[in-house]
Nanobody
Framework: QVQLVESGGGLVQAGGSLRLSCAASGRIFGINDMGWYRQAPGKQRELVGTITSGGSSNYADSVKGRFTISRDNAKKTVYLQMSSLKPEDTAVYYC??????????????WGQGTQVTVSS
């Protein structure tokens, strides 16, 4: 069984910064892409950005230049550094990971979500 556990959410003023972490644990043979998504009240879940096992990242246009995704493969952890936060960044943030759980088996796992609230 694989678990993803997020941490680091909270309340921050507009213009501030937060760093989210997501640690994977369990029966893991390897991790391919990892990503961050978010879901605001009344809206669909949307992609924030992803990062490959080699460290290449891409971002949604709405967060480019403000958010940075990184990962520590040894710790099986992905990070989301958020800067210049805006009230419209308020959402529940979820991480996910494409995990190799056996010689020939891959599954995608999700974290439980962490709330980020940006006040104006």
């Amino acid at each position: 069984q694989v678990q993803l556990v997020e941490s680091g959410g909270g309340l921050v003023q507009a213009g501030g910064s937060l760093r989210l972490s997501c640690a994977a644990s369990g029966r893991i043979f390897g991790i391919n892409d990892m990503g961050w998504y978010r879901q605001a009240p009344g809206k669909q879940r949307e992609l924030v950005g992803t990062i490959t096992s080699g460290g290449s990242s891409n971002y949604a246009d709405s967060v480019k230049g403000r958010f940075t995704i990184s990962r520590d493969n040894a710790k099986k952890t992905v990070y989301l550094q958020m800067s210049s936060l805006k009230p419209e960044d308020t959402a529940v943030y979820y991480c996910n990971a494409d995990v190799l759980v056996g010689t020939w088996r891959r599954d995608v796992y999700w974290g439980q979500g962490t709330q980020v609230t940006v006040s104006s």
